[in-house]
Structures are given as C-alpha cells and as structure tokens.
C-alpha cells in the first residue's frame, strides 16, 4: 500500500513550492554530504534548505515566535525567504536545496561547503499535509571526520490554528491555500513540538493514514574527503 500510496503522491506534486539553491563559495573548502529520510507514513517533505553557518546563526527556538522567513517555510513549503536571508549573513559559508519534494520512506542528499570556522548544520522544510507543520535541524556542529546522525522530530511554527482544514493546507493532497494573511487568535503564537493529526477537520485527512510518531527524519552529516 505504501508503494502504491507513494506513486500516486509523486503523481499528483505540483509546481508552486519554491525551490531556489545557490553555489558553493570555495571548492577547498571542507564538504558535507546532509542525507535526509522520510520516516512517516504518509507526510511529504516540501523542499528541503540546507545552510553550514558559524554558531551565531539559529533558526528556531522553542517557545518563541516564529521569524517571518520560517513562518513561509512552515506554512507555504517556500524556501526563498530564508535563503535570501542567509546569503546575506557574513557567518553564512553556504546554502543548497534538495531540488524538490521527499516522499514518505526516501531520502536526499544536500551537499555543501563549509569553512572551517563555519561547520554548523541547520536545514528546514515544511510537513504536507499540515498548516503550520514543518521539520528542522537547527545549528549541529558538523563532525571533523565521519557521520554524525540526527533526528527531526514535527514541529509545529504557531501561526496557524491547526483545524486541519485543507483549504488552508497548500500541496498535492489538500491544494489549499499556503500563507494565511492575518493572525488568528487561535494561533498559539509559538513554536512548538506538533501534536498531528487528530481528524478534527477534512475527511480527506485521517488520522490512520496521515498521523505520525516522532521522530518523523533521519538526517545524517558526512563529512567528505580531508
């Protein structure tokens, strides 16, 4: 069923989640291999952002608001905030993307550069179907030599009432809409560990099918060569 559930996903993705990478600055500089999987059932993975940066760039924290840049990952798969923005950090070595979506059970490997005073890893994208849904890494210490492996749990950004209507779900199962114009005071106003999917809305969405465990991604930094 998985298979089958994963050709039909694949069949039905669209256009309309940005998707915009940049080059690698130095070719001596040291050069990761950021493998993501996708651990879930059903959830789908919109375009991933991978940045290697120094220590003093972050981008989540639990309990606080989140910035404009990911509250447009978290709610409409859209990457180009973000990249912007740390393309125009000093303490920024890098930016790369995963080139599209990562159906349930894959994985995809991001390759960047990083200085040797700039080994930090953070990625993001968002969870489809969710509102405000999305999974991280945020700011690990690359290693010197060899893998290090971490898990993503679903994070939820806390702009968005999750009523679990798809006509505020963008993407290939709800095709709603993604950016919600206004604060809602049932926005809860802070990041925070995602509670899934409950049935509380569409039909469309079961809980049998589209709910999740934690930790929903794998992801696993290599570092290549010396």
Known sequence: MLTTLKKALGAL??????V????????????????ITNLTNAIIFTPILVASHRRQIGLIELGSSASKELTAIAE?????????ALKDMNHVADVQNSGGPLLPG???TVVVKAHPRARRISLAAMMLPTNDGFIALDSV??????TQTYYSPGYDAGTEPNDELCINIPGP???GEGLSPDEDPDDEGYVHIHRGIHGVGDLLLQPAVYD???PVARITVTRIGH
């Open 20 to 35: 915009i990478s940049s080059s690698a600055q130095a070719s001596g500089w040291p050069t990761y291999h950021v493998t």
């Open 106 to 108: 894959d994985s995809v």
């Open 212 to 214: 999740w465990r934690n």
């Open 141 to 146: 210490k690359a290693p010197n030599r060899g």
């Open 173 to 175: 199962i709800c095709g």
């Open 76 to 84: 409409a798969g859209d990457i180009s905030l973000l990249e912007a």
């Open 13 to 18: 993705l669209v256009s309309g989640l940005i």
